[in-house]
T-cell receptor, first 115, second 114 residues
Framework: GENVEQHPSTLSVQEGDSAVIKCTYS??????FPWYKQELGKGPQLIID?????GEKKDQRIAVTLNKTAKHFSLHITETQPEDSAVYFC??????????????FGQGTTLQVKP | KAGVTQTPRYLIKTRGQQVTLSCSPI?????VSWYQQTPGQGLQFLFE???????NKGNFPGRFSGRQFSNSRSEMNVSTLELGDSALYLC?????????????FGPGTRLTVT
């Protein structure tokens, strides 16, 4: 069935270092891959996403890469700051042309950025 | 533009009772999806509504139901509550249409079943 594996489950880095979170999906029909950041007591916040026709996307300090052949996608955060500390979720969806589709989430990565 | 709003934010119920949660999507968004978040199972899709019709459903028992109104607001209902239904219930809104993929989440309703 549909499944998204996310690693690592916890990640601790020093402020200024880079952080990388990796996900693997099982459904080859998946074509949309968002990343969410969830802070304590809040709902998940969409931070970046990528579609299957693109290999990489950047937005300031964050970037996402996609390898469709290997069914892998990754989140890269550079120059980490203490406010980046949160739980990060990857997700995958197969989106027909006029349907948002359900999101299948990874188990989450707790990122701690030490000052 | 206001974000997704969910009411109530916190709820305590007793086993066997039923509960109704409400979600108002971002203005102009016509699709609402519901997710359950627990420490053990993570984020799981419950169902999606668009134009007052359920378009997609996850693997949850029939005790979980929902509906959407003509103004796109949505409610979900859980009947005969069980201890295992304790969770954060999140709704996400989306424009839903060609080329639109993004889903935006509300703050959630924290349900505790005792």
């Amino acid at each position: 069935g549909e499944n998204v594996e996310q690693h690592p489950s916890t990640l601790s880095v020093q402020e200024g270092d880079s952080a990388v979170i990796k996900c693997t999906y099982s459904d080859s029909a998946s074509n949309y891959f968002p990343w969410y950041k969830q802070e304590l007591g809040k709902g998940p916040q969409l931070i970046i996403d990528i579609r299957s026709n693109v290999g990489e996307k950047k937005d300031q300090r964050i970037a996402v890469t996609l390898n469709k052949t290997a069914k892998h996608f990754s989140l890269h955060i550079t120059e980490t700051q203490p406010e980046d500390s949160a739980v990060y979720f990857c997700a995958a969806s197969s989106v027909p042309s006029s349907n948002t589709g359900k999101l299948i989430f990874g188990q989450g990565t707790t990122l701690q950025v030490k000052p | 533009k206001a974000g997704v709003t969910q009411t109530p934010r916190y709820l305590i119920k007793t086993r066997g009772q039923q509960v109704t949660l409400s979600c108002s999507p971002i203005s102009g968004h016509r699709s609402v999806s519901w997710y359950q978040q627990t420490p053990g199972q993570g984020l799981q899709f419950l169902f999606e509504y668009f134009s007052e019709t359920q378009r997609n459903k996850g693997n949850f028992p029939g005790r979980f139901s929902g509906r959407q109104f003509s103004n796109s607001r949505s409610e979900m209902n859980v009947s005969t509550l069980e201890l295992g239904d304790s969770a954060l219930y999140l709704c996400a809104s989306s424009l839903r249409g060609q080329g639109t993929y993004e889903q935006y989440f509300g703050p959630g309703t924290r349900l505790t079943v005792t």
